[in-house]
């Protein structure tokens, strides 16, 4: 039998009742009837008993009346949860971030309250007022990606009963990217390599000797300026065949930990930058505003210089300032910044024949598909190889298939 008592000292007017009565598991439970209305408490009492016996002969299923309750949570007190998971799979604290801040934002917009307010009508005309704002595909996709994660993660934990975004479709991020990077072209980093060295001017606390094994670095290993910045004196192998650089899980994008391998030119400055560098870290870069800056300045002197190397009112000087050669943005509005040097250590590895599972290892790509997509048209004669040993394939038709004149004797 269920028990209705105050808490708060008898006499109180102001005391609400609670009840005391056992679940449909034979455990006491204790709960607030939310009423100062003793007749009130006992039909509330009464219900509660009804519910547990009706759980306990089957007649309610247990555990679609605990995805219920869960669907009617409020949709912060899951997303308390979600951050939880994901900061304890080790993801980013800037993705976990805008993951949570990206869900917040469609929940407001839409008016999602409780997790069963969730509907695929209102995200997709969440969407749909974002392209009206003008925000890109890409951006679009980072939102929708969020919710989805986050109904399909409820539905897999059986806070919903089903994940109403399944029908959901996110757009293409590459379909209208707004900023798009170019790789570095070989004759462009010998520029910036020389003329950078040549100026030998400080830029930013940081050395022109410095600066060009920077960037060195960054094309030779393809570490983004984070991980580039996070580099310490034990990260460095350069006594070993081959040398190479190793980074921590910490600050990888993947959370795996990387070795890039590096030439041995590049591990001999290193090393001589490395045992003249006193302090732990070993490139002093500038804060993360100032890193693209940085570089758009080395490549602006090297433009410079390479034009005041043709003579003046000459067709070589037209014909050079004509050019996109070292622009910060070329002609088809690819730019040039930090992460460009990244973009140009994978580049350069397609354009040499590395074969794309090579290349998808050195960048680190999760799927074989990022790196066709990004460095695809760069892998020389790959079409051409293929058809060419199609005859040796097929084998020779003359000698495998009988003359007709045989066939008929």
Request: include cysteine; charged fraction near 30%; charge should be positive.
């Amino acid at each position: 039998m269920a028990t209705v008592f105050k808490r708060g000292g008898r006499g109180k007017r102001t005391a609400r009742y609670y009840i005391a009565y056992f679940d449909h598991t034979g455990k006491r439970q204790v709960r607030s009837a939310r009423t100062t209305d003793k007749a009130t408490a006992d039909r509330i009492a009464a219900k509660l008993e009804t519910d547990a016996a009706l759980r306990r002969d089957g007649v309610i299923d247990v555990q679609l009346d605990s995805i219920c309750q869960q669907a009617k949570r409020t949709i912060e007190s899951h997303l308390e949860d979600f951050q939880a998971k994901m900061v304890s799979e080790d993801r980013a604290a800037r993705h976990v971030h805008s993951t949570i801040n990206n869900i917040r934002a469609i929940a407001g917009s839409e008016d999602f309250v409780v997790a069963s307010d969730i509907t695929a009508d209102g995200v997709v005309r969440y969407a749909g007022k974002l392209r009206q704002r003008g925000r890109s595909a890409r951006t679009v996709h980072a939102y929708l990606t969020a919710i989805k994660g986050f109904c399909r993660w409820l539905a897999m934990h059986h806070k919903l009963p089903r994940d109403p975004l399944v029908s959901v479709k996110k757009p293409n991020p590459n379909a209208d990217r707004r900023r798009e990077r170019r790789m570095l072209l070989h004759e462009e980093w010998n520029q910036l390599h020389a003329t950078t060295l040549k100026l030998n001017a400080e830029r930013y606390g940081i050395s022109a000797t410095e600066r060009v094994l920077l960037y060195a670095t960054a094309i030779q290993t393809g570490l983004r300026s984070a991980e580039l910045r996070s580099l310490t004196r034990g990260r460095f192998f350069l006594d070993v065949t081959p040398p190479y650089i190793t980074c921590k899980a910490g600050v990888t994008k993947n959370r795996e930990d990387a070795r890039q391998y590096i030439q041995s030119e590049l591990a001999r400055r290193l090393k001589q930058h490395v045992g003249a560098n006193g302090v732990r870290n070993v490139f002093h870069m500038p804060d993360n505003s100032d890193v693209a800056p940085m570089l758009r300045a080395d490549l602006a002197d090297a433009r410079k210089a390479w034009l005041d190397d043709a003579r003046k009112a000459s067709k070589e000087r037209t014909r050079r300032e004509e050019s996109d050669f070292l622009l910060e943005a070329n002609f088809e509005g690819e730019v040039l910044d930090f992460h460009a040097l990244r973009h140009t250590c994978g580049a350069w590895l397609a354009m040499t024949g590395a074969h794309p599972k090579t290349v998808q290892t050195v960048m680190r790509h999760s799927s074989i598909t990022l790196t066709m997509d990004t460095y695809g048209h760069l892998f020389p004669g790959q079409e051409a190889d293929a058809i060419s040993k199609l005859p040796e394939m097929l084998g020779d038709p003359s000698k495998s298939m009988p003359s007709v004149t045989s066939a008929r004797m």
